[in-house]
């Protein structure tokens, strides 16, 4: 009795599970889709990042000081990559 029982659970499960079992085209698709996604996301992070700059660069320009400032902030990029850099490796 119990034989039949796990022969009917494993008939079931495998019917499931080939039912479940996503086709060919359809990993494609999604292939394709999360692509496009990752396209989107990187177009609209730089246009983000394209904003930003412009406003920085018309920010600084406004007290003639970007020259000296973007050195600075330079100096302060380089040491803070450094220290990630330093706490990425341990």
Known sequence: MRAIVLVCLAVVLFAAYAEAR???ESRQKLR????????????????????????????FAKDDLGEK???VVVI???????????????
């Open 22 to 24: 996503p086709s060919e």
């Open 32 to 59: 394709e889709s999360g692509a496009k996604m990752v396209k989107a996301l990187r177009e609209a992070m730089m246009k983000v990042y394209e904003k930003a700059r412009d406003r920085v660069v018309a920010y």
């Open 69 to 71: 400032i973007t050195d």
């Open 76 to 90: 302060f990029l380089n040491r803070i990559t450094a220290r990630l850099e330093k706490y990425t490796d341990q």
